[in-house]
């Protein structure tokens, strides 16, 4: 039976991709990365710049040779997929001043490109269609379950949580497993008790710890639409052998592969193998704040999302997906929180955290990037004279309830930081070294800002969003497709 699923869906991914070569016109572009990587910001100020005329764009060729006509939203053609919110998000970034409720679940927006192709043979008028799909980046993390029986997960989990650094995380739910009767008939109970720990475990490494932020099931961090649903209330126990038919060990192992067969699978084989090309959004400053240790688990979990784009051409889930991404940009976000001679320091940094990916980008079979930008700027630069010298500031509006140097702030006052200066070795960034800041500065702790104060398009209605490099990052995604 799901075999049969599996053809009629190659069957499916293989219509679609002749219909849109015939029309060259169709591009699915996945947009993904951890919890509060940045992604709503990002396609938010994707679609704004697109759709009004004024954001300045340079670097982004169909636009600045004044080629693309017309870009406009168009309903959203997957029935059984949310559509991203944009209006909303628009109208917190630009009336409100507020930064937009995160992504939480899967969800989808059509954008349409009427555009000019370059003159030559091919020249004339045409249009692109391209569907944004915002994904929690949690959830490429659960490809591994797909190779792992119960029992295996189950002793990689158990391993794992003994490591010291977790251990103290995982105590609550490490002490109630070791008192549990495997073999003992289930009750539900029980089995709702020992997920609820072991959820919790999960999640507080992942905010205690930034650095332990990469342990399937992804949607025990980012539940989607199951969030309370049974199909989450299952957890490792250790095992010994042979599981007893109708104990607690079964009824785990019975949950554990239907998360697999009902949650992990269809997202792989319906969205993930749908997508043409990738954004990974990372939030490097993050870790770097966090320490060393942060960025080096940063640096495993980009190879473990790289995992996801080479198993459909190498491994045995291939017979399962096949991904037909040929582009991937990393992207390091809120680089206004830096001065721009940080920027391609930022920029290298992200390099060096994806360079063991990237370096097996042939068997991806994909062209790899690396980006370092801001889609909305909240900060602007400034030189302040601090005794006799200048140092470089940016000053933004700290968001209510910021606090620097114990002073409180109210969402309307300006204040100038001096952010101090990334390493000029990137490897000195995985050492923890090397992290020289201005003078007294104390740490990578960065205010967050508002939002910067909108500005009327050329057309009066649409608002103009400052942004560093997103014009690079739409060439780099788009650019050949609107060429
Ligand atoms: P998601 O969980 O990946 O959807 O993350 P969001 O897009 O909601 O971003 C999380 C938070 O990061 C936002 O609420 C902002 O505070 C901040 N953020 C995201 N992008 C930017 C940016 O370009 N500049 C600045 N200054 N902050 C950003």
Redesign the pocket.
């Given at each position: 039976m799901s075999f049969l699923s599996d053809l009629v869906f190659e069957a499916r991914v293989t219509a679609q991709s002749v219909a849109d070569y015939v029309s060259g016109n169709g591009l699915r572009l996945g947009v993904t990365?951890?919890?509060?990587?940045?992604?709503?910001?990002?396609i938010t100020?994707l679609v704004q710049a697109l759709t009004s005329r004024g954001t300045r764009l340079p670097v982004f060729r169909a636009e600045s040779e004044g080629r693309i006509g017309r870009a406009y939203l168009q309903p959203q053609p997957d029935d059984a997929v949310p559509r991203f919110a944009v209006e909303d998000h628009v109208r917190a970034l630009t009336v409100e001043r507020s930064?937009?409720?995160?992504?939480r679940r899967i969800s989808e927006l059509r954008l349409t490109i009427d555009y000019e192709r370059q003159a030559g043979w091919r020249g004339g008028p045409s249009t692109l269609t391209l569907d944004i799909v915002?994904y929690p980046g949690e959830w490429l993390l659960d490809l591994p379950l797909l190779g792992k029986s119960y029992a295996q997960w189950s002793q990689e989990t158990l391993e794992a949580s003994a490591a010291p650094a977790r251990a103290p995380l995982a105590a609550d739910w490490r002490g109630f497993t070791a008192l549990l009767h495997t073999d003992a008939p289930a009750t539900e109970e029980v089995a709702r008790q020992c997920a609820d720990l072991f959820t919790r475990y999960l999640r507080a490494s992942r905010t205690e710890l930034y650095a332990l932020s990469t342990l399937p099931p992804g949607r025990f961090l980012m539940p989607g639409d199951l969030e309370g649903s049974p199909a989450l209330t299952f957890a490792p126990l250790p095992i010994a052998g042979y599981i007893a038919p109708g104990s607690l060990a079964a009824t785990m192992e019975r949950r554990y592969e239907s998360y697999k067969a009902h949650v992990v699978k269809p997202f792989f084989r319906d969205h993930f193998a749908r997508l043409d090309r990738q954004i990974v959004?990372v939030?490097v400053l993050t870790a770097l704040n966090s320490g060393p240790a942060a960025v080096r688990d940063l640096q495993d979990a980009m190879t473990d999302v790289l995992q996801a784009y080479r198993a459909g051409r190498s491994s045995l889930l291939s017979t399962l997906f096949r991904p037909r991404i040929d582009r991937i940009l990393f992207a390091a976000?809120?680089a206004?929180?830096l001065h721009h001679t940080s920027h391609d320091r930022l920029e290298a940094i992200l390099r060096v955290l994806t360079a063991r990916a990237i370096a097996k980008a042939e068997d991806v079979g994909a062209t790899i990037d690396v980006i370092a930008?801001?889609?909305?700027?909240?900060?602007r630069e400034a030189s302040v004279k601090h005794g006799s010298e200048v140092l470089d500031a940016i000053v933004g509006t700290p968001l209510p309830g910021e606090t620097i140097d114990g002073i409180g702030f109210d969402g309307l006052a300006e204040a100038a930081i001096f952010p101090g200066e990334l390493p000029a070795d990137p490897k000195a960034a995985l050492r923890g070294d090397g992290l020289a800041l201005g003078e007294g500065e104390g740490d990578y702790r960065f205010v967050?800002?508002r939002p910067p104060l909108p500005e009327a398009a050329l057309d009066g209605q649409l608002t103009v969003l400052p942004?560093i490099r997103l014009d690079r990052a739409l060439q780099f995604l788009l650019g050949d497709k609107l060429a």
């Open positions: 990365g951890l919890s509060r990587a940045g992604k709503t910001v990002f100020a930064w937009p409720d995160s992504t915002d959004l939030d976000t809120k206004d929180h930008l801001a889609a909305v700027r909240a900060t967050r800002f942004h």
